[in-house]
């Protein structure tokens, strides 16, 4: 039986959005096993308790990716969110959203971005 992983939320960044249900997706720094803490995005329950699928990153991680959305044409916000979700759609190997996925072959494919 594998053993819950062990995990400290050792700051809360920002909610970045509440369900109905009261979980939410949050940034924070998350120490994952005794380690040193990294930047996580995911959703949690209300108590902490629950957690759902998400991704960690370094602190040069999330440097890029905040460069990267700030040197992005932000004149067009949902065709970057649609290319972040993507990505991280095929990080954690599922399937894209029918939106993200028409932007990920635009992307994928070399064609001229908007």
Known sequence: MDAAPKYEITKSIAILSTEKNGW??????????DRAPKYDIRSWSPDHQKMG???????????ALIASLHGANMRRPSFWMATLKCSLARFRGKMPSVGSLM???RWQSGRALP
């Not at 939410?24 to 096993?33: A, T």
């Not at 960690?56 to 440097?63: D, H, N, V």
């Open 24 to 33: 939410s997706k949050e940034l924070n720094l998350v120490s994952w096993n």
């Open 53 to 63: 699928k998400g991704v960690t990153l370094s602190a040069e991680e999330i440097s």
């Open 103 to 105: 932007i990920c072959g």
